[in-house]
């Protein structure tokens, strides 16, 4: 994966709500607490790919993450 979702960017902060929004309520039956799809729901997985993109969370995953690549001009 070559696109790094930018830590602070617009898109990154609204997956980051996305995600804090559509979550199963502790102790309920499991379902989102936004939408009412089973816990996690579509938005939250989504976003949740959104985040996993960033280079903190890359990072962690693999270890340093060389800088995006740019487009040829």
Do not use: F, K
Request: aromatic residues 2%; proline residues 12%.
């Amino acid at each position: 994966m070559t696109n790094i979702v930018l830590p602070g960017s617009v898109l990154a902060g609204t997956a980051a709500e996305l995600v804090e929004r559509h979550r199963a309520e502790p102790g309920g039956d499991g379902t989102c607490q936004a939408c009412g799809w089973p816990a996690p729901c579509p938005a939250a997985q989504h976003a949740g790919l959104v985040l996993a993109s960033t280079p903190a969370a890359r990072a962690a995953a693999t270890g340093p993450v060389a800088p995006p690549l740019r487009a040829a001009a």
